[in-house]
């Protein structure tokens, strides 16, 4: 079974471009998460999508991301512009509800975003 | 304060040593994962537990729901088992969620 795939691992862009990160969940799974780690701190909470719907977005930090789940199967995850303080390693995760158990839990490998 | 602390942050061994990083959470949860991050950056899942002793090869990782703890314990380190090893919990009210701690890195010398 393949695992959770993000795209692209790595990502060099410029402050004030466009990027755009993707994650494929596991098939299957209703429920996709979007985390992120800045230099020298935790791993945060962005969003939770359940198919197509955002169902937690309180962890996004502004208007200059976008997520979307088009369909309910892969995400993507826009920055634009990109600032500086973008930089760090954007997570993927997925899982599985069965009878209100969510089970499951798979991270992707993350994109490392480099804003200079 | 974070609502998950591991410690140490950072630890360095010899190939063969016993090692132990802990992790101590402040909120009612409904499980609690050890994680593997990679020099590159990938991630991989280790345990899950909500209660008691899992063991995978090498690796052994407990629980303490009461004293709201958790150890992962590697037997007989090797090189390869250099990496950063990160407590994650999901919330007890929250299942959407997961709270990580910063992080441990694992240097273990040949």
């Known amino acids: 079974e393949a695992g959770v795939t993000q795209f692209p691992s790595h990502s060099v862009i410029e402050k004030g471009q466009t990027v755009t990160l993707r994650c494929d969940p596991i098939?299957?799974?209703?429920?996709l998460y979007w985390y992120r780690r800045v230099m020298g701190k935790e791993i945060k909470f962005l969003l939770h999508?359940?198919?197509?719907?955002?169902?937690?977005e309180s962890g996004m930090p502004n208007n200059r991301f976008l997520a979307e789940r088009t369909g309910g199967t892969y995400s993507t995850l826009k920055v634009q512009p990109a600032e500086l303080e973008d930089s760090g390693v954007y997570f993927c995760?997925?899982?599985?509800?069965?009878?209100?158990?969510?089970?499951?839990?798979?991270f992707g490998s993350g994109t490392r975003l480099t804003v200079v | 304060k974070n609502e998950v602390e591991q410690s140490p942050q950072n630890l360095t061994a010899q190939e063969g040593e016993f090692i132990t990083i802990n992790c101590s959470y402040s909120?009612?949860?409904?499980?609690l994962h050890w994680l593997q991050q990679h020099p590159g950056g990938g991630i991989v899942s280790l345990f899950m537990?909500?209660?008691g002793k899992k063991k995978h090869g090498r690796l052994i990782a407990t629980i303490n729901i009461q004293e709201k703890h958790s150890s992962l314990h590697i037997t007989a380190s090797h090189p390869r088992d250099s990496a950063v090893y990160i407590c994650?919990?999901?919330?007890?009210?929250?299942?959407?969620?997961?709270?990580f701690g910063s992080g441990t890195k694992l240097n273990v010398k040949p």
């Open positions: 098939s299957g799974h209703d429920n």
């Open positions: 995760a997925s899982s599985q509800e069965v009878g209100g158990f969510r089970y499951g839990y798979t």
């Open positions: 999508f359940v198919k197509e719907s955002k169902q937690d």
């Open positions: 537990l909500s209660s």
């Open positions: 994650a919990v999901r919330r007890g009210d929250n299942f959407n969620k997961f709270y």
């Open positions: 909120v009612g949860i409904s499980a």
